[in-house]
Each structure stands twice: as C-alpha cells, then as structure tokens.
C-alpha cells in the first residue's frame, strides 16, 4: 500500500512538501495562530480554543505566549504545565513531543525537518524530518536552537543559546554551540 506524502514525513523519509494535504493543514494552523498571536492578553486560558484545536495534543495549564509560530500543528504534542515563552517557533514537519513541567524561554527554535544538501532535490521541495522528543520538567533556556532529532532527557537544562545537535541526557545542563554538557544536576526523586 502506498504511503501518503504526511505519512512519509512522520515516518522520516522523503517527502515532497507541496503536497495538498500538507499544504492545507499548514494553510489551516495559519488560522489558527493568527487567531491565537491577535487574541486580546488575559483573555484566555494560555492557549486560545483555535490553537487547541490544531495542536495534536495539548495537556492541562498550557501557556503559549505570542506570538507563537508552528509548521502544521498536528505534529506537535504538549504534556501539562507546559510553558512557551514569546517569539518561539516550532517546526513541527515531524514530531515534537513536549513532556510535562517543561518550559522553553524566548525565541527558542526547535526544528523538525532536515532539508536535501542537493539544490535540485530541494527546488523540487523534497525533504525529510527527525523528530524531537522533550522530556518532563526540562527548561530550554531563551534563543536556544533543537535541531532534528534530539531529544532532552528528563530534568535537563539548554541554555540560553545553546545549538542542540545531539541528545541531551536526563539531569544536566548543556552550554553552547554545539551544545555541551557543563554540569550534573542533583534530583529528588519526586520530580
């Protein structure tokens, strides 16, 4: 049976990005964060009914600053007590999963797609994605960029600026670019 070109994309191959279907989520999620970046402050609920609606999932206590950017929405799935500061920007061509208790900091990046080095397989918008996993109780400090396929282990720290090119183990902080680990974090057990 062949595979859907949304298909492809979630299983990591190739897939070709003017697709209609991908085309008409992505024109839909537009909407829907237009209503969410012009909602009046206070107003809602962190999260405007619009936006909800176009996430693949979002848990309880979620706040999503404005404005908020994200490729198609459906790909992208928020634990509880999720936190994301102003001016982020997720491209959620693939996966991102963002587990509870975690908070990303101002104009964090986190990409999902991987773009073809050939320049005539990218004129013809072939590309593929890697997804991205977040665990609980990580905190991702401001301007920090996630690049595809990592993922931050529980209780983890990125700081400010960091570029993330490779996993990041559970209970530490890591530093600059590429991103590194700078230090171990103690950690209760109930967290």
Known sequence: ????????ALAGLPYNILDEELLGIRAGVRQALHVHNHSVPLDEEGVTP????ALGAVGKNVFIETPFHCAYGVN???????????GCAILD??????????????AVQIYTAIH????????????????????H????????????????GDNAVVGAGAVVVKDVPPSVVVV???ATVIRRIAVDDDT
Do not use: H, Q
């Not at 992208?76 to 102003?86: A, H, K, P, Q, R």
């Not at 109780?137 to 931050?152: F, K, R, S, Y």
């Open 50 to 53: 619009a936006l909800r609606e």
């Open 76 to 86: 992208l799935f928020l634990g509880d007590d999720v936190y994301i500061n102003s």
């Open 93 to 106: 061509c693939g996966r991102v999963e963002i587990g509870d208790k975690t908070m990303l900091g101002p």
């Open 116 to 135: 073809p080095l050939d320049p005539v397989e990218r004129a013809k918008g072939t590309e593929s994605t890697a997804a991205i996993t977040l665990g």
């Open 176 to 178: 600059g670019n590429p």
């Open 137 to 152: 109780n990580v905190w991702i400090g401001g301007a920090a960029v996630l690049c595809p396929g990592v993922t931050i």
């Open 1 to 8: 049976m062949s595979m859907t070109e949304r298909e492809k």
